[in-house]
T-cell receptor
Framework: GENVEQHPSTLSVQEGDSAVIKCTYSDSASNYFPWYKQELGKRPQLIID?????GEKKDQRIAVTLNKTAKHFSLHITETQPEDSAVYFCAASGAGRRALTFGSGTRLQVQP | DVKVTQSSRYLVKRTGEKVFLECVQDMDHENMFWYRQDPGLGLRLIYFSYDVKMKEKGDIPEGYSVSREKKERFSLILESASTNQTSMYLC???????????FGEGSRLTVL
């Protein structure tokens, strides 16, 4: 089955700095890679996703890049703000696998 | 807005008790999922269902069973609760042609 590894487990940045979270996946058939944000005490919510026919996708201050050859994808947050503080999860799914496999999560803390 | 509702936010049960966790979604989604969330382990898939009365095992199905008698409702059953099943349980649903998972608020189960 699929295995998704996520690094780092915790990340602390100063407000205004950039943050990068990296994930690797094992199944070369995976073709869908979403990122979820979970604020303290809340449910996870999708913030951005990318499919394997695209190398990069941006939405305002967040972007995701995908390297299919190396089987890794990354979340980039620019100009971080305190409200970006949360746990972020990467995930992967693909042909023959209906469900998402999640990474272990990254706790991002943005210091004001 | 999609609404996924989990019946209990907090439960405390004793070892050996039978536990029912219920989840209802209001968007006519075909797919429903039960994940378990533990610190440092991310979200791990227990079971999922892609249609009424259909189910598939996830990555950690041992000690759990599920029931989907109606499209909108997906129940997780712990036949005989054990202390290592103390965790946060998250239900999610997804439409057939979309990738986004919609999560419930979670059920925090403590087994004493």
């Amino acid at each position: 089955g699929e295995n998704v590894e996520q690094h780092p487990s915790t990340l602390s940045v100063q407000e205004g700095d950039s943050a990068v979270i990296k994930c690797t996946y094992s199944d070369s058939a995976s073709n869908y890679f979403p990122w979820y944000k979970q604020e303290l005490g809340k449910r996870p919510q999708l913030i951005i996703d990318i499919r394997s026919n695209v190398g990069e996708k941006k939405d305002q201050r967040i972007a995701v890049t995908l390297n299919k050859t190396a089987k890794h994808f990354s979340l980039h947050i620019t100009e971080t703000q305190p409200e970006d503080s949360a746990v972020y999860f990467c995930a992967a799914s693909g042909a023959g696998r209906r469900a998402l496999t999640f990474g272990s999560g990254t706790r991002l803390q943005v210091q004001p | 807005d999609v609404k996924v509702t989990q019946s209990s936010r907090y439960l405390v049960k004793r070892t050996g008790e039978k536990v029912f966790l219920e989840c209802v979604q209001d968007m006519d989604h075909e797919n429903m999922f039960w994940y378990r969330q533990d610190p440092g382990l991310g979200l791990r898939l227990i079971y999922f269902s892609y249609d009424v009365k259909m189910k598939e095992k996830g990555d950690i199905p041992e000690g759990y069973s599920v029931s989907r008698e109606k499209k909108e409702r997906f129940s997780l059953i712990l036949e005989s609760a054990s202390t290592n099943q103390t965790s946060m349980y998250l239900c999610a649903s997804k439409g057939q042609n979309t990738g986004e998972l919609f999560f419930g608020e979670g059920s925090r189960l403590t087994v004493l």
